[in-house]
T-cell receptor
């Protein structure tokens, strides 16, 4: 398996534009996580899906952020409109099972909003 | 609020020095505990994990961690660090009571001087 695949790897956009980050989890995994990493806040959990259903989205900063998982092999994280403070590295991770297994991370998307 | 705390944000050591990174969590009930490492410019990778049994777990690259339930702690140790251990280290907790969310601590940046 190719692992967790995220796209794009880098994204530079202007403030106010819509940004969509994509994630393809490892085949057979049933849980998916979106994290945001910044120097100030470390690694923050944004949203957690289990069997394609959002279980906890309490980490989503505000209504400008939304995430979907239409099927077991694809998830998106959308920011609309984007702001400079959204600049960060966004990681997607997936795992099999309920919590007693390793979560595998993608390479991340480095987002810069200017 | 439930959380994962890493006490040291930055650690600088010389090669061959011993390492101990602290991690405490506030979740009750059954937990699974992890340490992940992030080398510069890379994604997170699993170092070791604790699910049950022997509270002293051994991971890759000579790392080990000890689960002390009474102290809600899971500290990471390595007897003798190498320059190649320079990285950021994250403690993570999966809490069954919290719906199997995987939550990370703020991370500890380790720099090993040659």
């Amino acid at each position: 398996d190719a692992g967790v695949i995220q796209s794009p790897r880098h994204e530079v956009t202007e403030m106010g534009q819509e940004v969509t980050l994509r994630c393809k989890p490892i085949s057979g995994h049933n849980s998916l996580f979106w994290y945001r990493q910044t120097m100030m806040r470390g690694l923050e959990l944004l949203i957690y899906f289990n069997n394609n259903v959002p279980i906890d989205d309490s980490g989503m900063p505000e209504d400008r952020f939304s995430a979907k998982m239409p099927n077991a092999s694809f998830s998106t994280l959308k920011i609309q409109p984007s702001e400079p403070r959204d600049s960060a590295v966004y990681f997607c991770a997936s795992r099999w099972g309920q919590g007693d297994t390793e979560a595998f991370f993608g390479q991340g998307t480095r987002l810069t909003v200017v | 609020a439930q959380s994962v705390s890493q006490h040291n944000h930055h650690v600088i050591l010389s090669e061959a020095a011993s390492l101990e990174l602290g991690c405490n969590y506030s979740y009750g009930g059954t937990v699974n505990l992890f340490w992940y490492v992030q080398y510069p410019g890379q994604h997170l990778q699993l170092l070791l994990k604790y699910f049950s049994g022997d509270p002293l777990v051994k991971g890759i690259k000579g790392f080990e961690a000890e689960f002390i339930k009474s102290k809600f702690s899971f500290n990471l140790r390595k007897p003798s660090v190498q320059w190649s251990d320079t990285a950021e280290y994250f403690c993570a907790v999966n809490s069954y009571n919290a719906g199997n969310m995987l939550t990370f601590g703020g991370g500890t940046r380790l720099m090993v001087k040659p």
